[in-house]
Antibody, heavy 117, light 112 residues
């Protein structure tokens, strides 16, 4: 089985910055697209960003473009989400997920980000 | 953006009875290779989402065969042949055809 473990969440002030990490146990990490999906408290799921295997392509939901950056380190099986200028509305549980066959087949347990002054 | 519309939003079911959830997309989810880019997930209370169905009708590894997915084009259905207590949670459909990837609002299944 594939295990994804997120870390780096916490309380951040609006306009600050935070970097989320996701460690993958899968030795084939570099073979898959990876994504971040978030869930605001009591709300549904929202896709945030996706990165190609070799980092040559990245995609973002409009609401985070220019503020968030997805990246990866295939040598260390790590996925990142750099959050700059976060807003109150970015408060959510952030999940990393492995992408294949137009779906997310493995999800982490999530890391909670709270944006508040 | 592709809009995903689920119904019903709430679904009370008696154990042992069947259940059905509908999902409609604002555009066809048929890709250029003939695959349906539609997935279903279950999020149990306090847990991360788990994949149930991918490419419209393929059960994910370890998913009981009482779960089935069907549909084509823009109309899709998730069926549970006999609901069990462990099926409680929120079910989401998702389109993976194009960016932005979008989810339905979710259907909350509860046991009567």
């Amino acid at each position: 089985d594939v295990h994804l473990v997120e870390s780096g969440g916490g309380l951040v002030q609006p306009g600050g910055s935070l970097r989320l990490s996701c460690a993958a146990s899968d030795v084939t990490f570099s073979s898959y697209w990876m994504s971040w999906v978030r869930q605001a408290p009591g709300k549904g799921l929202e896709w945030v960003a996706t990165i190609k295997q070799d980092s040559s392509d990245t995609y973002y939901v409009d609401s985070v473009k220019g503020r968030f950056s997805i990246s990866r380190d295939n040598a260390k099986n790590l996925l990142f989400l750099q959050m700059t200028s976060p807003r109150v509305e970015d408060t959510a549980m952030y999940y990393c997920a492995r992408a294949r066959d137009a779906c997310f087949d493995y999800w982490g347990q999530g890391t909670l980000v709270t944006v508040s002054s | 953006d592709i809009v995903m519309t689920q119904s019903p939003l709430s679904l009370p079911v008696t154990p042992g009875e069947p259940a059905s959830i509908s999902c409609r997309s604002s555009q066809s989810l048929l890709d250029s290779n003939g695959y349906i880019s539609l997935a279903w997930y279950l999020q149990r209370p306090g847990q991360s989402p788990q994949l149930l169905i991918y490419l419209g009708s393929n059960r994910a590894s370890g998913v009981p065969d009482r779960f089935s997915g069907s549909g084509s084009g823009t109309d899709f259905t998730l069926k549970i042949s006999r609901v069990e207590a462990e099926d409680v949670g929120v079910y989401y459909c998702m389109q993976g055809l194009q960016s932005p990837i979008t989810f339905g609002l979710g259907t909350r299944l509860e046991i009567k």
